[in-house]
């Protein structure tokens, strides 16, 4: 589990972020200017900031200065999206610049890539009696290694990194078979059976009636 301080003014986007963190997996703290961020800092120890350039009481860029002191990886997490801030955000030293609206399989793709990076992510994940190797790719259930196709093995990652959230077939079919919703569904119907018996997780891989699946575990 790692430590993730989401640095955000408006509460709303803030609570919502951290929602997707924990159910992710993650243990979050929040701090809402940068003077509160600093002094969060001194007691939470993160692995990893979000943080956005308008607070009020000083820019990103000026706290990523102080945050980077830290060695701590920081994502900016910006409405602004000029070609200019950009630049400037990676320049000063942001492993990665996300522009708001977002969606959230895309933040958490991203946080991991960094936390990757900086080898602050296990490449171990635990879930439901699965041992799940990342950089080997490799699932073994009960210590027994299981067999899956790659894409197999994308759908499991997918469902991982949106536990306890509802996907359409839509929304599968597009970010684990890469290409737009083509009346191909049943794609996904076949793949979800099979990691269902394979993994032993009919019970966790609910069918959401008429829209698609969740994998329900616990936080």
Known sequence: MENIIIIEDDP???????????LAGHNCRQAYSGQEALSVFT?????????????????????LERLKQSEVPVIFLTAR???????KGLKMGADDYIVKP???MELLARIEAVL????RKSDRVECGGLEIYLQER??????VPVELTMKEYELLLLLLHNRNKALSREKILELVWDY??????????????????????????KTVYKFGYRLE???
Do not use: C
């Not at 990757?116 to 080898?119: A, L, N, S």
């Not at 490799?138 to 210590?143: C, H, L, P, S, W």
């Open 102 to 104: 977002f969606e959230a």
């Open 12 to 22: 709303a986007i803030s609570d919502l972020i951290r929602l997707n963190l924990e």
């Open 116 to 119: 990757r990076r900086y080898g």
């Open 180 to 205: 737009e919703y083509s009346g191909e569904t049943r794609t996904v119907d076949i793949h979800i059976q099979k990691i269902r018996k394979k993994l032993g997780w009919e019970d966790r891989i």
């Open 81 to 87: 999206n000029a070609l200019a801030d950009k630049v």
């Open 217 to 219: 575990v616990s936080p």
């Open 138 to 143: 490799t699932v073994k259930r009960d210590g």
């Open 43 to 63: 007691d939470f120890s993160p692995d990893l900031a979000l943080l956005d350039i308008t607070l009020p009481d000083m820019e990103g860029y000026k706290l």
